[in-house]
Each structure stands twice: as structure tokens, then as C-alpha cells.
């Protein structure tokens, strides 16, 4: 038998279900109508704008904005950001490259845009778990 066995190591004792998965590199929810913005994870600290753009310009989509993360306290880069795009195509396109690797960090990317046209609805997605 044994299944997926073995998990005795490092376990951290009672973590809520499957707490140590890889972080999924690709968007878990539906993509919000008219999103032209993705959230990126992971980045690297060398991380600039001309880096993003030539990286999703590999896959065709043209970036018109970046916008990057850092700690409020320190002042540090968090490696994370917003990444606007020409059109919701060019999204469609840019989140395909979650998981490939930008100077040797696989890039996490996931959906920016939220509703706000349309009020309440179910919270955030994504956005309401502590990664």
C-alpha cells in the first residue's frame, strides 16, 4: 500500500490540510472581466521594468506599467508586484509564463484585476489567504 507515504519528516505537526504545497505559479480563479493587471510573485531582486517586459514579450504581450512592492517599514523590496498589460489578451498570454523562470526564480503569477464595478459578492479569492 503506503500511498504518498512518508511524510514524516519535517512534519510541522498538525498544519491545516496540505500546508506545505508548492505554491501553484498559475492563477487559481477565474480571470475578472476586463483584467488587463496581473499580480507577480517570486521575483527576483534584480527584478526592473525592462526585465518584465522582455519576459512577457516572449510569450507576445506588450507590458504598459509596473508597479513593485516593498516593505513599508524597511523599505525593502518584497519581490512582488503589479504588472499591467496593453489588453485582457495579452493577460491571457502573460499568465501562461507562471512557473517559468526569470534570473533563476520560477515567477509566481496570479489575476490583479478585482471587480469594482459590481460591490460585495463573495470575498477576495485568493486574496483573503496569508500566503
Same mark, same amino acid.
Given at each position: 500500500?503506503?500511498?504518498?507515504?512518508?511524510? %514524516?519528516?519535517?512534519?510541522?505537526?498538525?498544519?491545516?490540510?496540505?500546508?506545505?504545497?508548492?505554491?501553484?505559479?498559475?492563477?487559481?480563479?477565474?480571470?475578472?472581466?476586463?483584467?488587463?493587471?496581473?499580480?507577480?510573485?517570486?521575483?527576483?531582486?534584480?527584478?526592473?521594468?525592462?526585465?518584465?517586459?522582455?519576459?512577457? %514579450?516572449?510569450?507576445?504581450?506588450?507590458?504598459? %506599467?509596473?508597479?513593485?512592492?516593498?516593505?513599508?517599514?524597511?523599505?525593502?523590496?518584497?519581490?512582488?508586484?503589479?504588472?499591467?498589460?496593453? %489588453?485582457?489578451?495579452?493577460?491571457?498570454?502573460?499568465?501562461?509564463?507562471?512557473?517559468?523562470?526569470?534570473?533563476?526564480?520560477?515567477?509566481?503569477?496570479?489575476?490583479?484585476?478585482?471587480?469594482?464595478?459590481?460591490?460585495?459578492?463573495?470575498?477576495?479569492?485568493?486574496?483573503?489567504?496569508?500566503?
Amino acid at each position: 500500500g503506503g500511498g504518498k507515504g512518508g511524510g %514524516s519528516w519535517g512534519a510541522d505537526g498538525g498544519g491545516k490540510g496540505a500546508g506545505r504545497t508548492e505554491r501553484p505559479y498559475k492563477p487559481q480563479g477565474d480571470k475578472p472581466d476586463g483584467c488587463v493587471e496581473i499580480f507577480c510573485g517570486n521575483l527576483p531582486w534584480t527584478i526592473n521594468e525592462e526585465k518584465i517586459a522582455k519576459f512577457f %514579450s516572449g510569450a507576445g504581450a506588450t507590458v504598459t %506599467s509596473t508597479r513593485w512592492l516593498n516593505d513599508k517599514e524597511t523599505g525593502e523590496f518584497k519581490g512582488i508586484g503589479f504588472v499591467g498589460f496593453d %489588453s485582457t489578451g495579452d493577460v491571457d498570454k502573460a499568465v501562461g509564463l507562471g512557473g517559468e523562470q526569470l534570473d533563476g526564480r520560477p515567477i509566481r503569477i496570479d489575476y490583479a484585476g478585482q471587480k469594482k464595478e459590481k460591490g460585495g459578492g463573495g470575498g477576495g479569492g485568493a486574496w483573503g489567504k496569508k500566503w
